[in-house]
């Protein structure tokens, strides 16, 4: 047996040498695709097709005016139009950037040749990834921001296409990327004020993210505000004139009211932030792990609790932002266009903060969470605080519904179209509060969530058109829905907090939690489970770093004779096997 072992490994062992001289033949073999050294993130865009698989410069302006469309400020600025679409013109935008742009813009339909679709989505993000070089040795400062961008935008198909747990990562990646360029604070002030606050909104537009990606359990914030010291975004008007503005203030500035500084000077891509720094704050209190720290021993009622505090908050914001005043009248007094037309880009961040501010409530609120959450209280609650909780909660629900259905009804394709799948999130979180409502004993509340429950459904359905993600959330609900009768009791306030099995609470928390939701139930098998067409980034990345053309390799076994694998495979590499997309990764 031992002499079967030792030819064994002999065998092994001239397979390996002949494989390493295979790879160093292939390496000196001037066909190779491009590598990891060699590759050019700047290469020229020209009119027609060109050896990187970049369509025809008509067709990437194109998909340049459906981006600015559709995408920008929804909520992420990460571009100066005009800006962006000259340097798109003259070659000077890296390819990995360019096909994020193709696409993000492919999810929308259009007469131009732009191709789009599922396939097309997938086919130029694979594309961005292969033209995309991490920078493990540091960032040279001309492509430091392309490639934050490109990770972004990428990272967003990918969380919508089911895969949240791998974009999570890349953007954890490129916020470590963002740290290291040193846009947590100022800009240099040798740059024009257009790269100034281009930065200013990457950065901020990687905060929003990161917050967003957070609403859920153990998924811990990279970014904490007070490590933030870059200014608050400027307004769009500001930004478009490409003239010298007034500094804003910063997030400490603001979230303390220092030095004067007011939430009402705020532009609304600054509202957006400032909201989403509080809905950090509700997640960690009601999705985050429950500490004993001072505050968390406190009765909720308390004027120092952390609810306390961060109803204060929201207090402050909804008077500071106006959110009393209906939506189409600050749209039609402040943002529209001179011929009338609504301002797309103005509008969105109003539109975005306020489904933040009511997220923040159910949130904060939540009837079941917030109930669980006194457990940790040996007190008895007061009846008043909880039947207050519960209205309050109820209201800032039917109010999120209501908000989404108003701004489908508006004039602008863009605007109504609600172009971002976290509003299905949005909706998804103030659904099951409507479903719990659905038993309420009284019979005009019990008839308003159904309707609000439908009116959900709806728009789950809807928003299912363009974003994957958001049909896995219309199955959770449909389910959630049909058992909810189970959540009753909760409903009466004396109605103690242990009375749910684990298993209905998991089922309340995953519905709670943006990258449960964004993904499938299950995947019980290959078969079963519909898989994604893009590519996985931690694979995908780890291939980056073999000096072979980007491709997806056969994994030999060890019974593999190396003359059995045709020469082809080292440049022409199948799908990848399914095992590895199921990581998730």
């Given amino acids: 047996m031992l002499e079967g072992i030792e030819s064994k490994l002999a065998a092994m062992a001239g397979s390996i040498s002949r494989l390493a001289a295979t790879v160093e033949t292939r390496l000196s073999n001037s066909e190779m695709g491009p590598n990891l050294s060699t590759l050019d993130m700047k290469g020229p865009l020209k009119q027609s097709g060109t050896p990187d698989n970049l369509p025809p410069l008509e067709v990437i302006m194109a998909a340049a005016d459906l981006y600015?469309?559709?995408?920008?400020?929804?909520?992420?600025?990460?571009?100066?139009?005009?800006?962006?679409?000259?340097?798109?013109?003259?070659?000077?935008?890296?390819?990995?950037?360019?096909?994020?742009?193709?696409?993000?813009?492919?999810?929308?339909?259009?007469?131009?040749?732009?191709?789009?679709?599922?396939?097309?989505?997938?086919?130029?993000?694979?594309?961005?990834?292969?033209?995309?070089?991490?920078?493990?040795?540091?960032?040279?400062?001309?492509?430091?921001?392309?490639?934050?961008?490109?990770?972004?935008?990428?990272?967003?198909?990918d969380y919508t296409d089911g895969k949240a747990q791998g974009s999570w990562i890349k953007v954890g990646l490129a916020i470590r990327i963002i740290q290291d360029f040193g846009l947590m604070r100022e800009p240099d002030a040798w740059l024009s004020v257009t790269e100034q606050e281009e930065r200013r909104r990457v950065f901020w537009s990687f905060y929003i993210c990161d917050k967003l990606m957070s609403c859920g359990r153990e998924k811990p914030l990279a970014m904490l505000d007070e490590a933030c010291k870059v200014r608050l975004p400027s307004g769009e008007d500001e930004f478009r004139s490409e003239k010298p503005w007034r500094p804003t203030a910063t997030l400490d500035e603001v979230n303390g009211e220092m030095g004067g500084v007011k939430s009402t000077q705020l532009s609304p891509f600054a509202m957006s932030v400032r909201i989403a720094s509080v809905l950090g704050q509700c997640t960690r209190y009601?999705?985050?792990?429950?500490?004993?720290?001072?505050?968390?021993?406190?009765?909720?009622?308390?004027?120092?609790?952390?609810?306390?505090?961060?109803?204060?908050?929201?207090?402050?914001?909804?008077?500071?932002?106006?959110?009393?005043?209906?939506?189409a009248e600050i749209v039609r007094q402040e943002n529209s266009n001179k011929d009338g037309s609504i301002d797309a880009h103005k509008v969105a961040p109003l539109i975005f903060s306020r489904t933040l501010f009511h997220l923040c409530h159910c949130l904060l609120r939540h009837p079941i969470m917030f109930r669980r959450r006194l457990l940790n209280y040996q007190g008895q609650a007061p009846l008043s605080f909880l039947v207050h909780s519960m209205d309050t909660c109820r209201s800032h629900a039917q109010a999120l519904v209501n908000l989404m259905q108003e701004v489908k009804q508006m004039s602008c394709p863009s605007i109504s179209s609600v172009g971002d799948p976290f509003y299905g999130y949005c909706v998804t979180v103030a659904a099951t509060i409507h479903a719990l409502f659905l038993h309420s004993s009284d019979p005009a509340i019990a008839e308003d969530a159904r309707a609000c429950l439908d009116a959900s459904l709806q728009l789950?359905?809807?928003?299912?058109?363009?974003?994957?993600?958001?049909?896995?959330?219309?199955?959770?609900l449909r389910s959630l829905r049909t058992n909810s009768a189970r959540f009753a009791p909760f409903l009466h306030p004396s109605t103690r907090p242990d009375v749910l099995g684990q298993i209905d609470v998991t089922d309340i928390v995953e519905a709670l939690d943006y990258g449960r939701l964004s993904t499938p139930l299950s995947k019980t098998s290959w078969d079963a489970f519909n898989p994604s067409n893009i590519p996985s980034p931690v694979y995908d990345d780890l291939l980056n770093l073999f000096p072979l053309g980007y491709t997806r390799p056969i994994v030999p076994t060890i019974s593999d004779s190396l003359e059995s694998l045709p020469t082809e495979s080292w440049s022409t590499f199948p799908a990848p096997q399914p095992w590895l997309d199921d990581l998730n990764l």
């Fill in 68 to 157: 600015f469309e559709h995408c920008h400020n929804r909520p992420y600025s990460l571009f100066h139009e005009v800006s962006f679409k000259a340097k798109l013109a003259m070659g000077q935008v890296p390819r990995a950037l360019v096909f994020a742009i193709l696409a993000s813009a492919a999810r929308y339909p259009s007469t131009t040749p732009l191709r789009n679709g599922p396939e097309a989505i997938a086919s130029y993000a694979i594309e961005s990834w292969k033209a995309l070089v991490l920078p493990w040795n540091g960032i040279e400062d001309r492509m430091g921001i392309s490639i934050v961008q490109t990770i972004l935008l990428l990272a967003i198909i």
């Fill in 286 to 327: 009601t999705l985050g792990e429950q500490g004993a720290s001072a505050q968390e021993v406190q009765a909720p009622w308390s004027p120092t609790s952390r609810l306390s505090t961060i109803h204060a908050n929201l207090l402050q914001i909804e008077s500071d932002f106006r959110l009393n005043i209906p939506l």
């Fill in 460 to 476: 789950l359905e809807g928003l299912a058109k363009l974003w994957r993600s958001t049909s896995f959330m219309v199955t959770r």
